[in-house]
Nanobody
Framework: QVQVVESGGGLVQAGGSLRLSCAAS????????MAWFRQAPGKEREFVVG????????YYADSVKGRFTISRDNAKNTVYLQMNSLKPEDTAVYYC???????????????????WGQGTQVTVSS
């Protein structure tokens, strides 16, 4: 059974930084992709960034390019999201998700991900 657990959210002022972590336990191979999504109040869940655990290929939403960086540690089945230059519009619950095993391509649709974390709140004050 795969479990996805996020950590690292919090409150930060505009222009500040936060680092989120996401660990996927129960995986013995690195042949899958992981991604971060976010959902603000009253809005639909949206794709933020994804990474292939097999080769490190990344894909960013335009709204976070140049500000957010995703990285991985295959030994720990963990991905990290470094968020810099945060804006109030980045405020949302951030969810980490993992694709089924051997699905190594990053996709932007939430239906492509099988395992989800409980979410972590990120609040950026102006």
């Amino acid at each position: 059974q795969v479990q996805v657990v996020e950590s690292g959210g919090g409150l930060v002022q505009a222009g500040g930084s936060l680092r989120l972590s996401c660990a996927a336990s129960g995986r013995t191979f690195s042949s899958y992709a992981m991604a971060w999504f976010r959902q603000a109040p009253g809005k639909e869940r949206e794709f933020v960034v994804g990474i292939s655990m097999s080769d490190g290929t990344t894909y960013y939403a335009d709204s976070v390019k140049g500000r957010f960086t995703i990285s991985r540690d295959n030994a720990k089945n963990t991905v990290y999201l470094q968020m810099n230059s945060l804006k109030p519009e980045d405020t949302a619950v951030y969810y980490c998700a993992a694709r089924p095993l051997f699905q190594t391509l990053v996709v932007a649709r939430s239906s492509g991900y099988e395992y989800w974390g409980q979410g972590t709140q990120v609040t950026v004050s102006s």
